[in-house]
């Protein structure tokens, strides 16, 4: 399964942004998918997971209650709904799958940058 991310750019603190992540070339159903992010000079971090089916999500703690995982599996696609951003938030944001669980990540996105100004 390929993931092609979207939706990154600049905004402004207190703003909103979605990112999308479409997965293509097999059953995204078959898979967990998260968001994750690294940004300037430190490592990749966990942001926000969704189920299979859709029904469990889990965030980061420095996320939860401002963004909102979601996915739908008809159309092959997951997605983060960012609001309240702050310029902490500035990062590369990568979206994952994975059948097996966290510790083992299938695939990887390409990132797409969100830039937040204060």
């Known amino acids: 399964v390929q993931l092609q991310a979207s939706g990154g750019g600049l905004v402004q603190a207190g703003g909103s942004l979605r990112l999308s992540c479409l997965a293509s070339?097999?059953?995204?159903?078959?898979?967990?998918m998260g968001w994750f992010r690294r940004a300037p000079g430190k490592v990749r971090e966990f942001v926000a997971v969704?189920?299979?089916?859709?029904?469990?999500?889990r965030y980061a703690d420095v996320v939860k209650g401002r963004f909102t995982i979601s996915r739908d599996n008809a159309k092959n696609t997951v997605y983060l709904q960012m609001n309240s951003l702050k310029p902490e938030d500035t990062a590369v944001y990568y979206c994952?799958?994975?059948?097996?669980?966290?510790?083992?990540?299938?695939?990887w996105g390409q990132g797409t940058l969100v830039t937040v100004s204060s």
């Open positions: 994952a799958i994975t059948s097996k669980g966290w510790g083992t990540v299938d695939n």
């Open positions: 070339g097999g059953t995204v159903s078959s898979y967990a």
């Open positions: 969704v189920s299979r089916s859709g029904d469990l999500t």
